[in-house]
């Protein structure tokens, strides 16, 4: 098993410019999350799914988007990108079922995007 | 402030030391506690987590719970080399959300 694998690995865009990162999985987990990490300031929760087609918002959602159109894949996009969103940014994925399931979030190796 | 406070360090502690690693909150209502360990770019990893109040021991690690003082902390006996790494605190309502808040991380350097 893969496990949670993110795509791509770095990217460095312009102010302005559009972009999606992918996160998929392969635990047949309900649950999936993006964050954000940030120096000083822990992991934030962007959005997130409690299953496919379901999205929500979390701590830190201004400025992104989300799609969950298959149980396996977690989308977030970025419509216009601001040098604030340069972050390293990490997806996971949980069971949800149970509600002590939720507190073993497996997460990916993450993405690190630099905007200028 | 932030809901979940944690001393970012750095903390650097001789092989064989015992680690105590500390995190403090704001939000009476949060029930589930968890510690995460992060090795250098690596995504984060669950080492334990603790329900309400109490300790819970997992081989060198133990988790403790003080729910009238807001604050948790995590023991790392007989500290190696291997156990270097960003230990961040995490913690959530009851109700299967997900919505994990995290603190700043803790980095430990244990040195040879």
């Known amino acids: 098993n893969a496990g949670v694998t993110q795509t791509p690995k770095f990217r460095v865009l312009k102010t302005g410019q559009s972009m999606t990162l992918l996160c998929a999985q392969d635990?047949?987990?309900?649950?999936m999350y993006w964050y954000r990490q940030d120096p000083g300031m822990g992991l934030r929760l962007i959005h997130y799914s409690v299953g496919e087609g379901t999205t929500a918002k979390g701590e830190v959602p201004d400025g992104y988007n989300v799609s969950r159109l298959k149980k396996q894949n977690f989308l977030l996009g970025l419509e216009s990108a601001a040098p604030s969103q340069t972050s390293v940014y990490f997806c996971a994925s949980s069971l949800g079922r149970q509600n002590r399931r939720v507190n073993e979030q497996f997460f990916g190796p993450g993405t690190r995007l630099t905007v200028l | 402030q932030k809901e979940v406070e944690q001393d970012p360090g750095p903390l650097s502690v001789p092989e064989g030391a015992i680690v105590s690693l500390n995190c403090t909150y704001s939000n009476s209502a949060f029930q589930y506690f968890m510690w995460y360990r992060q090795y250098s770019r690596k995504g984060p990893e669950l080492l334990m987590y603790t329900y309400s109040s109490g300790n819970k021991e997992d081989g060198r690690f133990t988790a403790q719970v003080d729910k009238s003082s807001k604050y948790i902390s995590l023991f790392i006996r007989d500290s190696q080399p291997s156990d270097s790494a960003t230990y961040l605190c995490a913690m959530r309502l009851s109700g299967n959300t997900g919505k994990l808040i995290f603190g700043q991380g803790t980095t430990l350097q244990v040195k040879p």
């Open positions: 635990m047949n987990h309900e649950y």
